[in-house]
Protein backbone atom coordinates (compact mmCIF):
# COMPACT_ATOMS: atom_id res chain seq x y z
CA UNK A 1 0.00 0.00 0.00
CA UNK A 2 1.26 3.73 -1.10
CA UNK A 3 1.90 6.07 2.09
CA UNK A 4 -0.41 8.10 -0.38
CA UNK A 5 -3.19 5.74 -0.24
CA UNK A 6 -3.84 5.46 3.44
CA UNK A 7 -3.97 8.10 6.52
CA UNK A 8 -4.28 6.42 10.00
CA UNK A 9 -4.41 8.94 12.90
CA UNK A 10 -5.52 8.12 16.89
CA UNK A 11 -6.79 10.68 19.50
CA UNK A 12 -6.73 9.90 23.06
CA UNK A 13 -10.34 9.81 25.96
CA UNK A 14 -10.27 12.10 28.69
CA UNK A 15 -10.80 12.73 31.83
CA UNK A 16 -11.89 16.23 33.36
CA UNK A 17 -10.29 16.34 36.64
CA UNK A 18 -11.05 19.78 37.45
CA UNK A 19 -13.68 22.19 36.41
CA UNK A 20 -16.85 20.63 35.55
CA UNK A 21 -19.82 22.77 35.05
CA UNK A 22 -17.66 26.06 35.51
CA UNK A 23 -15.46 25.49 32.31
CA UNK A 24 -18.96 25.63 30.24
CA UNK A 25 -18.08 29.64 31.13
CA UNK A 26 -15.55 30.92 29.91
CA UNK A 27 -14.17 32.81 33.22
CA UNK A 28 -13.34 29.51 34.23
CA UNK A 29 -10.79 26.59 33.50
CA UNK A 30 -11.10 23.17 33.79
CA UNK A 31 -8.01 20.30 34.06
CA UNK A 32 -8.69 17.92 31.96
CA UNK A 33 -6.28 14.82 31.86
CA UNK A 34 -5.78 12.70 28.66
CA UNK A 35 -6.03 8.65 29.05
CA UNK A 36 -3.55 5.91 26.81
CA UNK A 37 -7.22 4.86 25.89
CA UNK A 38 -8.00 5.84 22.08
CA UNK A 39 -9.74 6.07 18.77
CA UNK A 40 -8.24 5.09 15.99
CA UNK A 41 -9.62 6.25 12.17
CA UNK A 42 -7.66 4.72 8.74
CA UNK A 43 -8.83 6.38 6.02
CA UNK A 44 -7.86 4.11 2.78
CA UNK A 45 -8.28 4.42 -0.85
CA UNK A 46 -10.75 2.15 -2.10
CA UNK A 47 -9.99 -0.60 -4.61
CA UNK A 48 -13.14 -1.48 -6.00
CA UNK A 49 -12.58 1.71 -8.01
CA UNK A 50 -14.98 1.42 -10.94
CA UNK A 51 -18.43 0.38 -9.65
CA UNK A 52 -18.04 2.55 -6.67
CA UNK A 53 -16.84 6.24 -8.27
CA UNK A 54 -16.99 8.67 -5.35
CA UNK A 55 -18.23 6.49 -2.81
CA UNK A 56 -17.41 6.82 1.01
CA UNK A 57 -17.87 3.69 3.05
CA UNK A 58 -17.68 3.91 6.48
CA UNK A 59 -16.87 1.03 9.12
CA UNK A 60 -16.95 0.56 12.85
CA UNK A 61 -16.08 -3.32 13.13
CA UNK A 62 -16.82 -3.47 16.62
CA UNK A 63 -20.42 -3.16 15.95
CA UNK A 64 -23.44 -4.98 14.87
CA UNK A 65 -24.58 -3.09 11.49
CA UNK A 66 -21.72 -0.88 12.30
CA UNK A 67 -21.53 0.32 7.93
CA UNK A 68 -22.45 3.39 6.51
CA UNK A 69 -21.99 4.13 3.25
CA UNK A 70 -22.55 7.28 1.15
CA UNK A 71 -21.58 8.91 -1.84
CA UNK A 72 -20.32 11.87 -2.40
CA UNK A 73 -22.02 14.41 -4.93
CA UNK A 74 -19.36 16.17 -6.27
CA UNK A 75 -21.20 18.62 -8.49
CA UNK A 76 -23.50 19.80 -5.43
CA UNK A 77 -20.79 19.02 -3.03
CA UNK A 78 -23.20 17.07 -0.52
CA UNK A 79 -22.67 13.50 0.88
CA UNK A 80 -25.68 11.89 0.27
CA UNK A 81 -26.62 8.13 2.10
CA UNK A 82 -27.10 4.91 0.36
CA UNK A 83 -30.42 3.50 0.55
CA UNK A 84 -28.77 0.47 1.81
CA UNK A 85 -28.04 1.87 5.16
CA UNK A 86 -29.63 0.29 7.54
CA UNK A 87 -28.79 2.64 10.10
CA UNK A 88 -28.54 6.49 10.51
CA UNK A 89 -25.17 7.74 12.05
CA UNK A 90 -25.49 12.14 11.87
CA UNK A 91 -22.07 12.51 13.96
CA UNK A 92 -20.19 10.66 10.97
CA UNK A 93 -22.04 11.95 8.80
CA UNK A 94 -22.05 15.43 9.28
CA UNK A 95 -18.48 15.43 10.20
CA UNK A 96 -17.81 13.80 6.56
CA UNK A 97 -19.71 16.39 4.75
CA UNK A 98 -18.61 19.37 6.53
CA UNK A 99 -14.41 17.89 5.85
CA UNK A 100 -15.18 17.26 2.47
CA UNK A 101 -16.95 20.19 2.00
CA UNK A 102 -13.55 21.79 3.39
CA UNK A 103 -10.85 19.86 1.49
CA UNK A 104 -12.84 20.37 -1.70
CA UNK A 105 -11.74 23.99 -1.20
CA UNK A 106 -8.01 23.32 -0.17
CA UNK A 107 -7.05 20.20 -1.50
CA UNK A 108 -5.66 21.13 -5.13
CA UNK A 109 -6.10 17.38 -6.48
CA UNK A 110 -9.68 16.67 -4.52
CA UNK A 111 -11.32 15.49 -7.33
CA UNK A 112 -8.83 12.57 -8.39
CA UNK A 113 -8.51 12.08 -4.68
CA UNK A 114 -12.49 11.20 -3.67
CA UNK A 115 -13.00 10.21 -7.70
CA UNK A 116 -11.68 6.36 -6.51
CA UNK A 117 -13.89 6.51 -3.47
CA UNK A 118 -12.28 6.24 0.39
CA UNK A 119 -13.28 3.59 3.26
CA UNK A 120 -13.14 4.69 6.78
CA UNK A 121 -12.42 2.48 9.19
CA UNK A 122 -13.14 3.30 12.59
CA UNK A 123 -12.14 1.96 16.20
CA UNK A 124 -12.24 2.74 20.21
CA UNK A 125 -10.44 1.19 22.94
CA UNK A 126 -12.49 -1.62 24.76
CA UNK A 127 -12.12 1.47 27.56
CA UNK A 128 -15.02 3.48 25.76
CA UNK A 129 -17.70 1.16 25.85
CA UNK A 130 -18.44 -0.77 29.46
CA UNK A 131 -16.76 -4.40 29.49
CA UNK A 132 -18.91 -5.61 32.41
CA UNK A 133 -20.91 -8.08 30.12
CA UNK A 134 -17.92 -9.20 28.19
CA UNK A 135 -16.27 -10.09 31.66
CA UNK A 136 -18.94 -11.58 32.57
CA UNK A 137 -19.32 -13.77 29.29
CA UNK A 138 -15.63 -15.06 29.90
CA UNK A 139 -16.53 -15.92 33.98
CA UNK A 140 -14.13 -13.60 34.68
CA UNK A 141 -13.45 -11.41 38.24
CA UNK A 142 -13.78 -7.29 38.05
CA UNK A 143 -9.91 -6.54 38.10
CA UNK A 144 -7.11 -5.48 36.22
CA UNK A 145 -5.55 -8.52 35.04
CA UNK A 146 -9.32 -9.46 33.53
CA UNK A 147 -9.84 -6.41 31.96
CA UNK A 148 -6.02 -6.54 29.82
CA UNK A 149 -7.24 -9.81 28.70
CA UNK A 150 -9.77 -8.73 26.62
CA UNK A 151 -8.46 -8.63 23.30
CA UNK A 152 -8.01 -4.92 22.05
CA UNK A 153 -11.02 -3.61 19.72
CA UNK A 154 -13.51 -6.07 20.57
CA UNK A 155 -16.74 -6.51 19.57
CA UNK A 156 -19.65 -4.86 21.75
CA UNK A 157 -22.03 -7.20 20.43
CA UNK A 158 -24.78 -4.81 19.82
CA UNK A 159 -25.97 -1.78 17.93
CA UNK A 160 -24.22 1.87 18.45
CA UNK A 161 -27.25 3.04 19.92
CA UNK A 162 -27.28 0.51 22.84
CA UNK A 163 -24.12 0.48 23.92
CA UNK A 164 -22.96 1.58 27.71
CA UNK A 165 -20.36 4.54 27.21
CA UNK A 166 -17.42 4.60 30.63
CA UNK A 167 -17.23 8.75 29.69
CA UNK A 168 -14.16 8.75 27.93
CA UNK A 169 -15.98 10.87 25.67
CA UNK A 170 -16.11 8.77 22.70
CA UNK A 171 -17.81 10.92 20.20
CA UNK A 172 -15.29 13.77 20.66
CA UNK A 173 -12.11 11.41 20.50
CA UNK A 174 -14.00 9.93 17.18
CA UNK A 175 -14.82 13.33 15.51
CA UNK A 176 -11.61 14.44 16.31
CA UNK A 177 -9.26 11.41 15.00
CA UNK A 178 -12.13 11.57 12.08
CA UNK A 179 -11.56 15.10 11.26
CA UNK A 180 -7.88 14.70 10.79
CA UNK A 181 -7.63 11.86 9.57
CA UNK A 182 -9.45 13.34 6.25
CA UNK A 183 -7.71 16.81 6.17
CA UNK A 184 -4.36 14.15 6.28
CA UNK A 185 -5.64 12.07 3.30
CA UNK A 186 -6.64 14.91 1.39
CA UNK A 187 -2.83 16.59 2.42
CA UNK A 188 -4.91 19.91 4.06
CA UNK A 189 -2.80 19.10 7.44
CA UNK A 190 0.02 16.75 8.32
CA UNK A 191 -0.16 15.86 12.39
CA UNK A 192 2.70 14.78 14.80
CA UNK A 193 3.44 11.19 14.55
CA UNK A 194 4.27 10.44 18.51
CA UNK A 195 4.63 11.08 21.63
CA UNK A 196 8.46 12.54 21.01
CA UNK A 197 7.13 14.52 17.73
CA UNK A 198 4.97 16.28 19.74
CA UNK A 199 6.99 17.74 22.40
CA UNK A 200 9.22 19.20 19.85
CA UNK A 201 6.36 21.00 17.99
CA UNK A 202 5.05 24.63 19.33
CA UNK A 203 1.19 23.01 19.90
CA UNK A 204 -0.06 26.26 20.86
CA UNK A 205 1.18 28.10 17.51
CA UNK A 206 0.42 24.96 15.46
CA UNK A 207 -1.51 26.23 12.39
CA UNK A 208 -2.42 22.27 11.48
CA UNK A 209 -3.76 21.51 15.29
CA UNK A 210 -5.29 25.12 15.73
CA UNK A 211 -7.18 24.41 12.46
CA UNK A 212 -8.15 20.50 13.27
CA UNK A 213 -9.02 22.00 16.47
CA UNK A 214 -11.49 24.20 15.05
CA UNK A 215 -13.13 21.99 12.05
CA UNK A 216 -13.48 19.28 15.04
CA UNK A 217 -15.16 21.37 17.61
CA UNK A 218 -18.16 22.98 15.11
CA UNK A 219 -18.44 19.29 13.69
CA UNK A 220 -19.09 18.00 17.28
CA UNK A 221 -21.27 20.99 17.97
CA UNK A 222 -22.94 20.33 15.03
CA UNK A 223 -23.80 16.59 15.73
CA UNK A 224 -24.24 17.17 19.37
CA UNK A 225 -27.21 19.65 18.62
CA UNK A 226 -25.64 22.08 20.49
CA UNK A 227 -22.05 23.99 21.49
CA UNK A 228 -21.07 22.70 25.08
CA UNK A 229 -17.71 23.39 27.02
CA UNK A 230 -15.54 21.94 24.37
CA UNK A 231 -13.01 20.35 26.70
CA UNK A 232 -13.35 16.97 25.40
CA UNK A 233 -12.38 17.99 21.98
CA UNK A 234 -9.58 20.36 23.25
CA UNK A 235 -8.45 17.33 25.40
CA UNK A 236 -8.68 14.84 21.85
CA UNK A 237 -6.35 17.34 20.07
CA UNK A 238 -3.95 19.03 22.67
CA UNK A 239 -4.18 15.82 25.38
CA UNK A 240 -3.66 16.96 28.74
CA UNK A 241 -4.19 20.52 29.81
CA UNK A 242 -5.88 23.45 31.25
CA UNK A 243 -8.80 24.24 29.20
CA UNK A 244 -10.35 27.91 28.68
CA UNK A 245 -13.94 27.37 26.40
CA UNK A 246 -13.78 29.49 23.22
CA UNK A 247 -16.52 32.03 22.58
CA UNK A 248 -19.35 30.23 21.59
CA UNK A 249 -20.93 33.13 19.37
CA UNK A 250 -18.31 32.18 17.20
CA UNK A 251 -19.95 28.82 16.31
CA UNK A 252 -23.24 30.22 16.73
CA UNK A 253 -22.77 32.25 13.73
CA UNK A 254 -21.99 29.34 11.61
CA UNK A 255 -25.31 28.01 12.73
CA UNK A 256 -27.58 30.68 12.32
CA UNK A 257 -26.81 30.21 8.46
CA UNK A 258 -28.94 28.11 5.91
CA UNK A 259 -27.83 24.68 3.84
CA UNK A 260 -27.14 27.34 1.08
CA UNK A 261 -25.35 29.93 2.42
CA UNK A 262 -23.15 27.46 4.20
CA UNK A 263 -20.37 26.93 1.63
CA UNK A 264 -16.94 25.96 1.68
CA UNK A 265 -15.29 29.24 1.17
CA UNK A 266 -17.68 30.80 4.47
CA UNK A 267 -17.06 27.48 6.94
CA UNK A 268 -12.97 28.10 6.20
CA UNK A 269 -13.49 31.95 6.76
CA UNK A 270 -14.85 31.19 10.63
CA UNK A 271 -12.61 27.75 11.43
CA UNK A 272 -9.19 28.38 9.54
CA UNK A 273 -7.32 30.25 12.29
CA UNK A 274 -5.23 31.85 10.06
CA UNK A 275 -8.21 33.65 8.34
CA UNK A 276 -10.23 34.33 11.21
CA UNK A 277 -8.65 35.71 14.34
CA UNK A 278 -11.59 35.19 17.32
CA UNK A 279 -10.87 31.43 18.21
CA UNK A 280 -9.76 32.38 21.68
CA UNK A 281 -9.60 28.88 23.50
CA UNK A 282 -6.91 28.91 25.89
CA UNK A 283 -4.76 25.52 26.28
CA UNK A 284 -2.06 25.30 29.15
CA UNK A 285 -0.15 22.26 29.19
CA UNK A 286 -0.61 20.65 32.15
CA UNK A 287 -0.42 16.97 33.76
CA UNK A 288 -0.49 14.74 36.92
CA UNK A 289 3.01 14.66 38.17
CA UNK A 290 6.06 12.38 37.38
CA UNK A 291 5.92 9.35 39.82
CA UNK A 292 1.68 9.43 40.30
CA UNK A 293 -0.95 7.09 37.99
CA UNK A 294 -4.16 7.84 37.77
CA UNK A 295 -6.96 4.73 37.67
CA UNK A 296 -10.19 4.94 36.56
CA UNK A 297 -13.74 2.79 37.57
CA UNK A 298 -16.51 2.23 35.84
CA UNK A 299 -19.94 2.04 38.04
CA UNK A 300 -22.70 0.25 36.76
CA UNK A 301 -25.72 2.79 37.05
CA UNK A 302 -24.46 5.48 34.95
CA UNK A 303 -26.03 9.44 34.53
CA UNK A 304 -27.38 11.75 31.98
CA UNK A 305 -24.67 14.65 31.92
CA UNK A 306 -26.97 17.13 29.53
CA UNK A 307 -29.49 16.27 32.17
CA UNK A 308 -27.82 17.20 35.03
CA UNK A 309 -26.04 20.21 33.40
CA UNK A 310 -29.67 21.40 32.59
CA UNK A 311 -31.09 21.30 36.72
CA UNK A 312 -27.69 23.04 37.59
CA UNK A 313 -28.15 25.30 34.61
CA UNK A 314 -31.58 26.32 35.72
CA UNK A 315 -30.76 26.77 39.86
CA UNK A 316 -27.66 29.18 38.62
CA UNK A 317 -29.83 31.26 36.43
CA UNK A 318 -32.60 31.04 39.71
CA UNK A 319 -29.85 31.92 42.44
CA UNK A 320 -27.27 34.36 40.56
CA UNK A 321 -26.07 35.61 44.07
CA UNK A 322 -25.59 31.96 45.71
CA UNK A 323 -24.27 30.28 42.31
CA UNK A 324 -21.54 32.98 41.95
CA UNK A 325 -20.63 32.70 45.70
CA UNK A 326 -20.23 28.80 45.04
CA UNK A 327 -18.81 29.08 41.59
CA UNK A 328 -16.07 31.56 43.10
CA UNK A 329 -14.93 29.30 45.92
CA UNK A 330 -15.47 26.02 43.49
CA UNK A 331 -12.90 27.89 41.26
CA UNK A 332 -10.58 28.93 44.02
CA UNK A 333 -9.64 25.26 44.88
CA UNK A 334 -9.90 24.27 41.68
CA UNK A 335 -7.13 26.90 40.46
CA UNK A 336 -5.45 25.43 43.64
CA UNK A 337 -5.50 21.73 42.22
CA UNK A 338 -4.02 22.15 39.07
CA UNK A 339 -0.91 24.72 40.19
CA UNK A 340 -0.21 22.20 42.85
CA UNK A 341 0.41 19.72 39.78
CA UNK A 342 2.40 22.14 37.91
CA UNK A 343 4.66 22.46 41.28
CA UNK A 344 4.97 18.99 41.81
CA UNK A 345 5.97 18.37 38.38
CA UNK A 346 8.54 21.75 38.96
CA UNK A 347 9.90 20.01 41.90
CA UNK A 348 10.51 16.74 40.29
CA UNK A 349 12.86 18.86 37.83
CA UNK A 350 14.37 21.36 39.96
CA UNK A 351 14.71 18.42 43.16
CA UNK A 352 14.78 15.28 41.56
CA UNK A 353 16.34 13.22 43.58
CA UNK A 354 14.55 14.34 46.88
CA UNK A 355 11.51 14.12 45.19
CA UNK A 356 11.68 10.85 44.18
CA UNK A 357 12.62 9.29 47.51
CA UNK A 358 9.90 10.84 49.11
CA UNK A 359 7.82 9.53 46.53
CA UNK A 360 9.11 6.32 47.42
CA UNK A 361 8.63 6.22 51.27
CA UNK A 362 5.09 7.77 51.21
CA UNK A 363 3.78 5.69 48.33
CA UNK A 364 3.46 2.76 51.04
CA UNK A 365 1.09 4.66 53.47
CA UNK A 366 -2.32 6.26 53.46
CA UNK A 367 -2.33 9.58 53.34
CA UNK A 368 -3.93 10.41 56.95
CA UNK A 369 -0.60 8.77 58.18
CA UNK A 370 2.25 10.63 56.06
CA UNK A 371 2.50 13.12 58.77
CA UNK A 372 4.39 10.76 60.81
CA UNK A 373 7.33 10.66 57.55
CA UNK A 374 7.62 14.45 58.53
CA UNK A 375 10.94 14.07 59.71
CA UNK A 376 12.23 10.52 58.06
CA UNK A 377 15.36 11.45 56.24
CA UNK A 378 14.24 10.64 52.73
CA UNK A 379 11.31 12.33 53.09
CA UNK A 380 11.11 16.63 52.19
CA UNK A 381 8.96 18.68 54.00
CA UNK A 382 8.47 20.72 51.35
CA UNK A 383 7.07 18.22 49.15
CA UNK A 384 5.58 16.74 51.78
CA UNK A 385 3.43 20.07 52.25
CA UNK A 386 3.09 20.78 48.60
CA UNK A 387 1.41 17.19 48.65
CA UNK A 388 -0.81 17.70 52.10
CA UNK A 389 -1.51 20.88 50.55
CA UNK A 390 -2.87 19.52 47.00
CA UNK A 391 -5.21 16.59 49.10
CA UNK A 392 -6.86 19.04 51.23
CA UNK A 393 -7.47 21.14 48.55
CA UNK A 394 -9.02 18.09 46.64
CA UNK A 395 -10.82 17.86 49.57
CA UNK A 396 -12.62 20.98 49.44
CA UNK A 397 -13.16 20.93 45.80
CA UNK A 398 -15.41 18.01 46.83
CA UNK A 399 -17.01 19.64 49.35
CA UNK A 400 -18.40 22.13 47.56
CA UNK A 401 -19.63 19.86 44.66
CA UNK A 402 -21.24 18.11 47.18
CA UNK A 403 -22.89 21.61 48.22
CA UNK A 404 -23.79 22.11 44.58
CA UNK A 405 -25.55 18.61 44.78
CA UNK A 406 -27.53 19.28 47.57
CA UNK A 407 -28.63 22.80 46.20
CA UNK A 408 -29.95 21.78 42.63
CA UNK A 409 -30.71 18.29 43.85
CA UNK A 410 -28.57 16.80 41.36
CA UNK A 411 -26.51 13.99 42.42
CA UNK A 412 -22.79 15.08 41.45
CA UNK A 413 -21.05 13.56 44.45
CA UNK A 414 -24.23 10.87 45.16
CA UNK A 415 -24.21 9.49 48.50
CA UNK A 416 -22.81 6.41 47.23
CA UNK A 417 -19.94 7.54 45.56
CA UNK A 418 -18.78 9.54 48.66
CA UNK A 419 -18.47 6.53 50.39
CA UNK A 420 -16.64 4.75 47.72
CA UNK A 421 -14.43 7.75 47.28
CA UNK A 422 -13.59 8.01 51.08
CA UNK A 423 -13.20 4.54 50.93
CA UNK A 424 -10.15 5.07 48.27
CA UNK A 425 -8.60 7.85 50.01
CA UNK A 426 -7.63 5.41 52.70
CA UNK A 427 -5.32 3.11 50.88
CA UNK A 428 -1.87 3.26 50.76
CA UNK A 429 -0.79 6.02 48.22
CA UNK A 430 -3.90 7.53 47.03
CA UNK A 431 -3.27 11.28 46.48
CA UNK A 432 -7.04 12.31 45.16
CA UNK A 433 -10.31 10.32 44.29
CA UNK A 434 -13.23 12.09 43.00
CA UNK A 435 -16.17 12.38 40.13
CA UNK A 436 -14.51 13.01 37.02
CA UNK A 437 -16.39 15.91 34.44
CA UNK A 438 -20.12 16.55 35.47
CA UNK A 439 -20.32 13.79 38.29
CA UNK A 440 -22.69 11.50 38.97
CA UNK A 441 -23.00 7.57 39.05
CA UNK A 442 -20.75 7.16 35.84
CA UNK A 443 -17.19 6.68 36.56
CA UNK A 444 -14.78 7.60 39.70
CA UNK A 445 -10.91 8.61 39.15
CA UNK A 446 -8.26 8.09 41.61
CA UNK A 447 -4.47 9.90 41.37
CA UNK A 448 -2.20 7.38 43.24
CA UNK A 449 1.48 8.05 44.09
CA UNK A 450 3.32 4.84 42.64
CA UNK A 451 6.90 6.00 42.53
CA UNK A 452 9.72 5.34 39.73
CA UNK A 453 8.52 1.93 38.32
CA UNK A 454 5.07 2.29 36.84
CA UNK A 455 2.41 -1.25 36.67
CA UNK A 456 -0.81 -2.69 38.59
CA UNK A 457 2.13 -4.11 41.05
CA UNK A 458 1.76 -0.92 43.92
CA UNK A 459 0.60 -0.87 46.64
CA UNK A 460 -1.93 1.55 46.41
CA UNK A 461 -3.59 0.02 42.73
CA UNK A 462 -3.32 -3.56 44.52
CA UNK A 463 -5.76 -1.93 47.77
CA UNK A 464 -8.21 -0.46 45.26
CA UNK A 465 -8.49 -3.49 43.02
CA UNK A 466 -9.28 -4.90 46.44
CA UNK A 467 -11.47 -2.82 47.63
CA UNK A 468 -13.10 -2.20 44.31
CA UNK A 469 -13.63 -6.01 43.65
CA UNK A 470 -15.20 -6.54 47.31
CA UNK A 471 -17.17 -3.21 47.30
CA UNK A 472 -21.10 -4.00 47.53
CA UNK A 473 -22.87 -0.43 47.65
CA UNK A 474 -22.12 -0.10 43.74
CA UNK A 475 -20.75 -2.76 41.24
CA UNK A 476 -17.54 -1.35 40.31
CA UNK A 477 -15.44 -2.24 37.55
CA UNK A 478 -11.73 -1.40 36.81
CA UNK A 479 -10.69 0.42 33.19
CA UNK A 480 -7.65 -0.33 31.11
CA UNK A 481 -6.65 3.48 30.79
CA UNK A 482 -4.28 5.46 32.93
CA UNK A 483 -2.92 9.10 32.05
CA UNK A 484 -1.13 9.95 29.13
CA UNK A 485 -0.09 13.27 28.22
CA UNK A 486 -0.18 13.82 24.07
CA UNK A 487 -2.91 14.44 22.16
CA UNK A 488 -3.46 13.62 18.16
CA UNK A 489 -0.80 11.34 16.70
CA UNK A 490 -0.47 9.74 13.03
CA UNK A 491 -0.35 5.90 13.61
CA UNK A 492 1.91 3.52 11.67
CA UNK A 493 -0.77 1.52 9.58
CA UNK A 494 1.24 -1.75 10.18
CA UNK A 495 0.43 -1.77 13.74
CA UNK A 496 -3.48 -1.86 12.35
CA UNK A 497 -3.36 -4.04 9.20
CA UNK A 498 -5.40 -6.64 10.89
CA UNK A 499 -8.46 -4.38 11.18
CA UNK A 500 -8.90 -3.00 7.65
N1 LIG B 1 -16.98 3.35 17.41
C1 LIG B 1 -17.84 4.21 16.87
N2 LIG B 1 -18.17 4.12 15.56
C2 LIG B 1 -19.03 4.99 15.01
N3 LIG B 1 -19.65 5.98 15.67
C3 LIG B 1 -19.35 6.12 16.97
C4 LIG B 1 -18.46 5.25 17.64
N4 LIG B 1 -18.39 5.62 18.95
C5 LIG B 1 -19.21 6.69 19.08
N5 LIG B 1 -19.80 7.00 17.91
C6 LIG B 1 -20.77 8.08 17.64
O1 LIG B 1 -20.87 8.89 18.79
C7 LIG B 1 -22.22 8.86 19.31
C8 LIG B 1 -22.21 8.91 20.84
O2 LIG B 1 -22.06 10.21 21.22
P1 LIG B 1 -22.38 10.73 22.71
O3 LIG B 1 -23.73 10.23 23.13
O4 LIG B 1 -22.08 12.19 22.74
O5 LIG B 1 -21.30 9.88 23.51
P2 LIG B 1 -20.07 10.30 24.39
O6 LIG B 1 -20.66 10.81 25.67
O7 LIG B 1 -19.30 9.01 24.57
O8 LIG B 1 -19.29 11.29 23.64
C9 LIG B 1 -22.79 7.56 18.77
O9 LIG B 1 -24.19 7.62 18.68
C10 LIG B 1 -22.15 7.48 17.39
O10 LIG B 1 -22.82 8.29 16.46
C1 LIG C 1 -20.67 19.43 32.99
C2 LIG C 1 -19.56 19.70 31.98
O1 LIG C 1 -18.86 20.87 32.37
C3 LIG C 1 -18.55 18.58 31.97
C4 LIG C 1 -19.06 17.22 31.54
O2 LIG C 1 -17.98 16.34 31.58
P1 LIG C 1 -18.15 14.76 31.40
O3 LIG C 1 -16.76 14.21 31.36
O4 LIG C 1 -19.04 14.23 32.47
O5 LIG C 1 -18.80 14.73 29.97
P2 LIG C 1 -19.67 13.67 29.15
O6 LIG C 1 -18.68 12.75 28.53
O7 LIG C 1 -20.37 14.52 28.14
O8 LIG C 1 -20.60 12.99 30.12
C5 LIG C 1 -20.21 19.90 30.60
C6 LIG C 1 -19.24 20.42 29.53
O9 LIG C 1 -18.21 21.01 29.88
O10 LIG C 1 -19.53 20.26 28.33
Known sequence: MSNHDVYAVSAPGKVLITGGYLVLDQQYTGFVQATSSRFVCIILKNNNTTIDKYSVKVISPQFIQGQWNYHWNIESKELTEDETNTSKNYYIQCTIQNTLLIASKLCSDFKTLIETGIKVVIMGHNDFYSQREQLDKMNLPKNFKSIHSIPNFCSANCLIKDVNKTGLGSSAAMITALVSSLLGY????????????????????????????????????????????????????????????????????????????????????????????????TVKPCHIPPGFTMRLADIATGSSTPKMV???????????????????????????????????????????????????????????????????????????????????????????????????????????????????????????????????????????????????????????????????????????????????????????????
Open 186 to 281: FKIIDIPSNEQDYEKIDTKNDYCLNFLHNVAQYCHCLAQGKVGSGFDVSAAVWGSHVYRRFNPAIINDLYKLDKKELTAEKLISVLDPKINPNWDA
Open 310 to 500: SKVNAWKKANPEEAAELWNSLSTYNNKVNILFEELTKKCQSDSETYWSTLETLKNYSVDQWKEYENNTNVSKDILDLLLELYNDFLQVRSCLRVLSQKTETPIEPESQTHLLDACMKCPGILMAGVPGAGGYDAIFCIIMEGKKSGEDCKGIIALEKLWQNWEESSVCPLCACQSNFGISKEDINNYLEYI
